[in-house]
């Protein structure tokens, strides 16, 4: 059962990794097409009348706040809900204007004095920011695309084809759907088998319970914690 766990997760990575060429390939085909000038004007002003200098360097945190896991795409989108007022959807299937867009808001936020955390896509291997989200200043900006749509009440909405030569992109329309269906399906498979993992590891779980001495861990959690108490007093 372990072997067959770990057999299935290396199948799960293998698609997920065949999924993100493909995709990497559909936003390279779409860089081409974008007006780069055209965003980077329309990220200062933006950043210009939303968030005013505070005249001292900002911080930058990594997070992720989407997910592939056994259940399918997870996109936590509470957590932007809880943490700001304000929701910039940019709608954009390729990634391609959205990580451009929100490359120039980062880059703004951190060097302005804002707390900044960053999320990437997780298709990406940390390459793409997908959402940048601004706590002190009230401000998300979220992608929103075919895997995980943005469904929170938006404040303001960024269509990517305003950046885009949208008759030009047409040419490539056949190379870009098929790489966008040949990653879906890869997706689905890589989710079955991390379904199929989650499997196995429950199974083993059910016997690791029955031969489990849970009074012993509570003991040995307790001696962990009371050195851990007089370590951090020493300093």
């Given at each position: 059962?372990?072997l067959?766990?770990?057999?299935?997760?290396?199948?799960?990575?293998?698609?997920?990794?065949?999924a993100?060429?493909?995709?990497?390939?559909?936003?390279?085909?779409v860089?081409?097409?974008?007006?780069?000038?055209?965003?980077h004007?329309?990220a200062?002003?933006?950043?210009q009348?939303?968030?005013p200098n505070?005249?001292?360097?900002?911080?930058?945190?990594?997070?992720?706040?989407?997910?592939?896991t056994?259940?399918?795409?997870?996109?936590?989108?509470?957590?932007?809900?809880?943490?700001c007022?304000?929701i910039?959807?940019?709608?954009?299937?390729?990634?391609?204007?959205?990580?451009?867009?929100?490359?120039?808001?980062?880059?703004?936020?951190?060097?302005?004095?804002?707390?900044?955390?960053?999320?990437?896509?997780?298709?990406?291997?940390?390459?793409?920011?997908?959402?940048?989200?601004l706590?002190?200043?009230?401000?998300a900006?979220?992608?929103s695309?075919?895997?995980?749509?943005?469904?929170?009440?938006?404040s303001?909405?960024?269509?990517?084809?305003r950046?885009?030569d949208?008759d030009?992109?047409k040419?490539?329309?056949q190379?870009?759907?098929f790489?966008?269906k040949?990653?879906?399906?890869?997706?689905?498979?890589?989710?079955?088998?991390l379904?199929a993992?989650?499997?196995?590891?429950?199974?083993?779980e059910?016997?690791?319970?029955q031969?489990a001495?849970?009074?012993?861990?509570?003991?040995?959690?307790?001696?962990?914690?009371?050195?851990?108490?007089?370590?951090?007093?020493?300093?």
């Open positions: 059962t372990y067959a766990a770990n057999r299935f997760r290396t199948l799960s990575q293998n698609y997920l990794q065949a993100s060429s493909l995709l990497q390939d559909n936003l390279r085909t860089l081409n097409f974008i007006d780069v000038e055209k965003i004007k329309t200062m002003r933006f950043c009348k939303e968030l505070k005249k001292r360097l900002g911080v930058e945190h990594q997070r992720m706040l989407s997910a592939i056994p259940d399918g795409v997870v996109f936590y989108e509470q957590t932007p809900q809880t943490l007022d304000q910039v959807v940019v709608k954009d299937e390729y990634g391609s204007a959205s990580g451009l867009l929100l490359e120039d808001i980062r880059a703004w936020a951190v060097q302005h004095g804002y707390t900044c955390y960053t999320c990437t896509c997780p298709l990406s291997s940390g390459q793409r920011l997908e959402h940048v989200i706590p002190e200043a009230g401000l900006f979220l992608t695309n075919r895997f995980h749509p943005v469904t929170l009440p938006p303001r909405v960024i269509h990517s084809n950046f885009t949208v030009g992109l040419r490539r329309k190379r870009l759907s790489n966008r040949a990653a879906e399906e890869l997706l689905k498979q890589a989710i079955q088998k379904q993992a989650r499997e196995c590891h429950d199974r083993i059910e016997v690791y319970i031969a001495d849970f009074a012993q861990i509570d003991r040995i959690t307790a001696r962990l914690m009371n050195r851990l108490a007089g370590f951090l007093a020493r300093y």
